[in-house]
C-alpha cells in the first residue's frame, strides 16, 4: 500500500488529504482550515504566505491524529493550488510583501500602459498582440494577469521590488518552502504568460517587451517531477520525515480536471468552487480574444485547457449565506437559526440552503442573478462589473432570490460552455466538480440550463487533491502517464436535462446575456 500527502491550497482554506494508490486513488482521510483573503478598497487581493504554511502544518498533524497510519508511510507529498498570484521572495526565500492574489486588480494602469498603446485589436496594441500569440498562443490582456501585478510592485513599491529574488506562485512557494528550491510547474509558467510554447521556455522576446527581469524567473519543471525531499525544518513543522519526496504538483486549472477523469482530449468539465469555470482538453493551442479564453498549458505535456474562467461561482453562495440567510439583522429563511442547531437533519447551512430552492420552481418567479460579485474575465472582462438582481417584484422572496443566485451562476457557466463550442468540440457528458457538485439540485439545475447530461464523481470537493495524488502516481511509477487516470475515476451520479424546464430557462437566459451590456456604463460610473 502507497499513501500519498496531498495538499489543496484554495483561495480561502486548505484541504489536506491523503491517498491510498493502488488500482484506485483512495481518499483516506482529510482535514481542512481557512485562512484570510484580505480585499482592499483599491482593488488589491491579498493574501499571507505565512498564513498558508501554519494552515498546512496544523492541518497535517490533525490529519495524523485521527488515523493509524504512522507519518513515515507517506511516500509523497504534493500540492494543487490557486493560480496566478505573485510571490515574490528574497535570496532567503522570504516573501518581500504580502502575495497578490489571482483576483487582485489593482493594475489596470499598468495594463494600458504596457499593453494598449497603438493600433488596437480588442484593446490590446496589435504589434504586442501578435508576439504575444505568436510565443504563448494568449495575450495577458487582463487587470488580473500575473505580469500586471509583477509591474504594479515595481511601480508602486519600488523599495521592496528591489528585494525581490525570484516571482513564484502560489504552490511554488510552499514548494520553496518544503524544499529550499525555487522552480515553477510548467502549467504556473505558462499563466504568467510570459512562456513560449514553442521552445517550452521562458520568453526572452516577452519580457524583454513586458520589462521582465528574467533573473526573477526560476527553472520550469514538470508536475510529475520529483522537486527535492523535505527539509529538516520543513519536516519539523510538518511532522514528517525529513526527506520525504516532495513532487511538483500543479495549479488548479491544471490539476482538477485530472483528478474530474477528464483528461482524454475533448472531455469537459465544469468546476464551480470559490471560482467557477469550463475547460476543454485540446491538443492544440486555441485562443479566443474576443471572449477572452485561451488553451493552456496543463499537467500533461502537449495537452492544453481551453480555459473559460468566472470570478465568483460558489462565492456568490457564500455572500448568500452571510447576507440572506444569516444577516446582519437576524432574518432566516424559517423562523429557527439551522446554522446553530444540533437537531437539523441538514449537514450544513449549504444543504439547508440548496435543499430549500430546490422546492423553488425553476426561473425563480422571473428574478435573474449577475454573478459578478468581483468583476468577470469571461467572455467579457471587466473588473468593474457586478452583481445585481433584476426584475424583483412584490411577491418575491428569499428563497427566489437564493434559487436565482444559483441559476445565475449555471447561467454564466452555460454561457462559457456556449463560447467554447465555437472553437473546439465539447463533450457531453459533462463532468461537473468541486463544492457547487456536492448538491444535487444545483448539478440537475446545471443540466436543465445547459442541456448536457452531468456527471458527478465521489468526493468532487477534493478532485484537486485528486489530481495532485494522480501525479505523484505518475512520479513514483505507480501510474504509467495521466491518461490512465481518467478509467480510475468512474462517475458517482449522472443528471439528465430536464425538456419540461428549458423554455422557462431560455427565456431567462436570453435577458441574461443582455444584462451586463445594458448596464456597462452604469458598472463603470459606479465601480470604474
Known sequence: MTYVLAYDIGTTGVKTCLFSLTDRITLCASTQEGYGLYLLKNGGAEQEPEEWWQAMCRTTRALFSQVEIAPEAVSGVSFCSQMQGLVLVDR?????????????QRAGAE??????HAPQIAGANVYKLLRCLRATGAVPSSVKDPVWKYKWVEAHEPALFARANKWLDVKEYLLLRCTGRAVMTEDSAYA???????????SEALCRMFGVNTAHLPPIVQSTDQVGGLTEAAAADLGLPAGTPVFAGGGDAALIGVGAGATAVGAT???????????TVTDRQRVDVTAMIAAIAGAQRGRYNYFAEMETAGKCLEWVKDHLALDEIGVYLEKKDVAGSQETVYQSLYDYLTETVGRVP??????IFTPWLHGNRCPFEDPAAAGMFFNIRLDTGKTELIRAV????????????????KKVPTSDPVRFVGGGALSPVTAQMLADITDRRIETVDSPQNVGSVGAAAVMAVGLGLVPDLDAVGALIPAAAVYQPNGAHRAVYDKSYAVFKKLYAANRAQFRALNG
Not at 532567503?92 to 487582485?104: K, L, N, Q
Not at 504568467?192 to 521562458?202: H, K, M, Q
Not at 468539465?269 to 475547460?279: A, F, P, R
Open 406 to 421: 444559483l441559476e445565475g451562476v449555471c447561467f454564466h457557466l452555460r454561457w462559457m460552455l456556449e463560447a467554447e463550442a
Open 269 to 279: 468539465h465544469i468546476y464551480c468552487g470559490t471560482s467557477g469555470w469550463v475547460i
Open 92 to 104: 532567503g526565500g522570504a516573501p518581500v510583501r504580502r502575495a497578490m492574489s489571482y483576483m487582485d
Open 111 to 116: 495594463l494600458r500602459r504596457g499593453l494598449a
Open 192 to 202: 504568467t504568460l510570459l512562456y513560449d510554447t514553442r521552445r517550452r521556455g521562458w
Open 362 to 367: 425553476p426561473g425563480a418567479g422571473g428574478v
